[in-house]
């Protein structure tokens, strides 16, 4: 069997490079200050514990899930859901928390019964797939144009309720439809494909997440080789540098790259030195509806901000929270890695993985946790006591 390039451990070696950009952006001659010791200090800190996580998810993986837990993680869910409705759809709170506790327990409580004699066919995918894209074409109509060709537009889209329906159900049936496409040609187009429609939005965490998923799944199908994968990812680079130019033609390709490595290292700077070494804002800035922007009014900008994997969890509840979050992470990503012996759970893990490449610089929020916690209520529905 070959080596497997993308495991878990392997998540800490891209955060390197992240550090390793961002270094280098402070040791160049762009115009940035340096940070201070200290955030280095707290990133290698979780690192040991993120390792442990994953350590604790190759040994919880298989072993039956109390039916109490279940009903417990469900309704910490909707009550954390209940603010970021009420934040984000600006609702009473009242109709938040209805809302919220319906999209999580009418769906649990329907599966619960029936999750286990639950076949991987391609309807349901197709059928998710399908909702996204129509998702997709409402909000490119509401907001009256294609953030791609108008990047000003790429602000009303992340805002739009539209834009997070489209990225929820094609991501989730994207994961599940491809893993069953039997050759690498049927794989690829595909991949290819939707990583094209969606980058309508120039949103460059989407592209990625679609980009990278398709290339792990097709990765973990055997379809690539450990030599074949990195072109790819050399390609996902190139997005990455050539997109941002696109939309933001402040430097060249290159130098714009380490500039936003080493500025949004500096917005964790600034997040370590509020928050060292209990915390700031106390699980105020999370349960926001929109971090980055309430992160922008508090660091003074004019525009969503970035804040690192680390970010959030920090400036609620300091290296503690930090801690926690990494040891959370490993353990997820451990057990939906292990969980990929199960066809149902194929295309999970390459996307819980993308997501945490995608942390690593844009930072956690209330809508790529979604991923997460759909993965961990059906792998508690498939291993229910």
Not at 16 to 25: G, T
Not at 79 to 106: D, H, M, N, T
Not at 123 to 146: C, D, E, N
């Amino acid at each position: 069997m070959k080596r497997d390039l993308f495991k878990p451990e392997s998540l800490l070696v891209f955060y390197l490079i992240f550090i390793a950009l961002a270094v280098a952006a402070f040791l160049s001659d762009l115009p940035i200050e340096g940070p201070s010791l200290l955030s280095f200090a707290v990133i290698f800190i979780t690192f040991p514990f993120y390792l442990l996580g994953v350590k604790a998810g190759k040994k919880a993986y298989g072993k039956k899930v109390p039916f109490y837990l279940h009903i417990l993680f469900v309704l910490m869910l909707a009550l954390f859901y209940s603010f970021s409705f009420y934040e984000f759809i600006k609702l009473p709170f009242f109709i938040s928390a209805a809302l919220a506790s319906a999209a999580f327990l009418i769906p649990y409580l329907l599966a619960y019964k029936h999750v286990k004699r639950i076949k991987l066919s391609a309807t349901i995918p197709k059928a998710l797939m399908a909702i996204g894209l129509a998702a997709l074409v409402l909000t490119l109509i509401s907001i009256r144009g294609i953030p791609l060709l108008t990047p000003a537009l790429k602000v009303p889209l992340l805002n739009s309720v539209l834009w997070g329906i489209s990225m929820l159900a094609f991501m989730l049936g994207y994961s599940l439809f491809l893993p069953q496409l039997g050759t690498a040609k049927k794989l690829i187009f595909s991949f290819l494909a939707s990583t094209l429609i969606f980058s309508l939005s120039a949103y460059r965490g989407v592209i990625l997440t679609i980009f990278i998923t398709g290339v792990l799944i097709a990765y973990y199908k055997r379809k690539m080789s450990n030599k074949s994968v990195i072109v790819p990812f050399i390609a996902a680079g190139l997005i990455v540098i050539f997109l941002g130019y696109w939309v933001v033609p402040l430097l060249d390709p290159v130098n714009l790259l380490l500039y936003r490595a080493g500025t949004t290292h500096l917005i964790f700077d600034f997040i370590v030195q509020k928050s060292w070494p209990m915390g700031w804002l106390h699980g105020a800035f999370f349960l926001n509806g929109n971090p980055g922007d309430y992160l922008a009014v508090l660091y003074g900008a004019n525009t969503n901000l970035t804040y690192t994997m680390l970010g959030a969890a920090m400036i609620d509840f300091g290296i503690v929270g930090a801690i926690t979050w990494m040891f959370s992470l490993g353990f997820m990503l451990s057990l939906a890695h292990s969980s990929m012996k199960k066809k149902l759970f194929l295309g999970f893990y390459p996307l819980l993985f993308t997501l945490s490449l995608i942390f690593i610089e844009a930072g956690v929020d209330h809508f790529h946790l979604l991923f997460f916690w759909a993965f961990l209520l059906l792998y508690m529905l498939k291993h229910s006591k």
